[in-house]
Structures are given as C-alpha cells and as structure tokens.
C-alpha cells in the first residue's frame, strides 16, 4: 500500500521517542513509503531543534541524518511539491486550523490520491474532513 508520511512519522522512526513503536508498526504495514521535498527540510529542521533543545547530541544528529538518508534511498525519491500543491495548501489552510507546512503535507497527499500518515491528530483530522484518509485510524 502506497502511503505519504509525513514528518511526524519519519522523525519517529529514525529517533527513539514516544511515538516511535507506533512508527514501526505502521512501517510494517505500509510496503510503499513516500514523502516530500518538503517533508526532507522539515525532517532536518526537527532533527535540528532536537539538537538545539539538549535531546540529541551532534553525533546522534549526524547519526539521525544518515538513518533518514538510507530510508529516502530505500524509498525512492522524495515527491516533488508543485505549485498547484502550494495554492491547495493555502486553501486547506483558510477552511481549518492547519498550519501552512502541514497544509503542504495534505496538499501534495491529496494531489497524488494518497493516504497520510501522521501522528499529528489535528493533520489527521484535517484531512478526514478534506476526504482523505489518514493513519493510524
């Protein structure tokens, strides 16, 4: 099954953290794993924050950075966001409460026809109410 994750998931499978036996179990059921562009820097972005909070050290960033490099050379390459996917964003973002990245997650998910996969429960309610569907249900 072809599914987008998002970077709540992808971040939980390359760090240890609360979500991360979750992440396992649901890259046991998800055979085609795909992501964004986007989701790559907000990756790197959350590995960065990690590292300016005290929760990671440099070696375990660099660490967490080959790990996410082995899975995007594994998975295939990231999708491309497309201008089209930029202007559904914005309208995702003025009927609900979704931030604009995560507008962009469900931009280029429902362009594509493509469950989401997020532990971000407002994105996935967000995108039930857009029609798409979101895991974990």
């Known amino acids: 099954m072809k599914v987008y994750l998002d970077t709540s998931v992808l971040v939980s499978l390359i ?37 300016r909070m005290g929760a990671l050290t440099p070696a375990e960033r660099d660490a967490a950075e080959a790990t996410f490099e082995e899975w ?9 966001v497309t201008t089209a996917d930029y202007a559904a964003a914005r309208q995702y973002v003025r009927r609900s409460r979704l931030r604009g990245p995560d507008a962009l997650h469900l931009a280029v998910a429902a362009r594509l026809d493509l ?3 997020t532990f ?18």
């Open 115 to 117: 469950p989401i996969a």
């Open 15 to 51: 760090v240890a953290d609360a979500n991360s036996g979750r992440a396992e179990n649901l890259s046991e059921v998800v055979t085609d794993p795909v992501t964004s562009v986007w989701t790559t820097v907000e990756v790197t972005s959350a590995l960065g924050r990690r590292l």
């Open 72 to 80: 995007l050379a594994a998975a295939g390459p990231a999708l491309t």
């Open 120 to 137: 971000d429960e407002e994105l996935a309610e967000a995108a039930r109410a857009f029609g798409l569907t979101a895991l974990p249900a």
